[in-house]
C-alpha cells in the first residue's frame, strides 16, 4: 500500500486510544476520494467485521456510520471521542486491555499467518514486523516506534 497523506499510524493515540486517529483520519479521505481501494475493504461499515475499524466501533458501542456522520461534519478526534466515551462508560482497565489487544494483534495468535503473508506480498519480508501496527507503518513508509 501506498503512503497515504492524511492518514496517521495506528499508534497515534487519541485520548487514551490506539488507532481511533486512523480510522477518523481514512474516513476523512475517504470522503475526499483519496482513499486507495484496498483500505475501503478495510472500513467499518460492516464489510469486513473482524477489521479494526469495525471493532473499535464495538467496543465504543457506536455504529460506523454514526461516527463519519460527527467526521463529515467536521469535528474534531476530541469531540467525536467525547461523544463516544459518554455512551460507552469503559473502565481504564477495560481500555488498557483493548490497546494491548489491537496494537498486539498479529503477534502468536491466530493472525501471524495472515500477517506474514502480507509483508512479504508487500516485499517488507526481513523487516522487524510482529503486529499489523507495524505492518501497516512500515508498508506506508513510517518506522514503527517498536522499531
Known sequence: MPNVPGVR???VKTGKFFYLARMLDKMRVHAAGHLPPEYVANLGDG???NGFDSRLCRFL??????????VLAGETDEAILAWALA???RTEE???V???FLSKRGW??????ALAK?????????KPIATFFDYFDYDEGRVPPTA
Open 47 to 49: 464489510s469486513n467485521p
Open 87 to 89: 455512551g460507552a462508560q
Open 108 to 113: 502468536r495468535d491466530e493472525r501471524t499467518s
Open 9 to 11: 499510524s495506528p499508534y
Open 94 to 96: 477495560e481500555c488498557d
Open 118 to 126: 502480507m509483508a512479504a506480498d508487500s516485499g517488507l519480508t526481513g
Open 98 to 100: 483493548w490497546n494491548a
Open 61 to 70: 458501542r457506536v455504529e460506523y456510520a454514526d461516527v463519519r456522520a460527527r
